[in-house]
């Protein structure tokens, strides 16, 4: 089983920057043939995905809410993928988690339920 570890989060003033990180494990894992993505949940608001990468070739897909602030990246040889989230806005606030699918095809954003293994989230607060 493949375990998800996230780190980076915390708070900062609209504006700011930070840059979330993921980290990927498991016996027999390998990140360059997988699609790793971010979905961020808000209180009282559903699950929607931020950004995802497809590991083997390196495309990826941003929400358009955070295009041009948010870049993700990868580095499969530490089996790691990153979100660099630049011009926070408080709208960005949200707990933010890291999901893989095992599979090197890439879904849409908006089908979570195909991102099989998830972290368990890192708290992002950005204040006005």
């Known amino acids: 089983q493949v375990q998800l570890v996230e780190s980076g989060g915390g708070s900062v003033q609209a504006g700011g920057s930070l840059r979330l990180s993921c980290t990927a494990s498991g016996f027999g894992f390998s990140l360059s043939a997988n699609c790793m993505g971010w979905f961020r949940q808000a209180p009282g608001k559903e699950r929607e995905g931020v950004a995802r990468?497809?590991?083997?070739?390196?495309?990826?897909l941003v929400a358009d809410s955070v295009k041009g602030r948010f870049i993700i990246s990868q580095d499969n040889a530490k089996n790691m993928v990153y979100l660099q989230m630049n011009a926070l806005k408080p709208e960005d606030t949200a707990m933010y988690y890291c999901a893989v699918r095992r599979l090197s095809t890439c879904p849409g954003l908006g089908f979570p339920a195909l991102f099989g293994v998830w972290g368990q989230g890192t708290q992002v607060t950005v204040s006005s």
């Open positions: 990468i497809a590991t083997a070739g390196g495309g990826t």
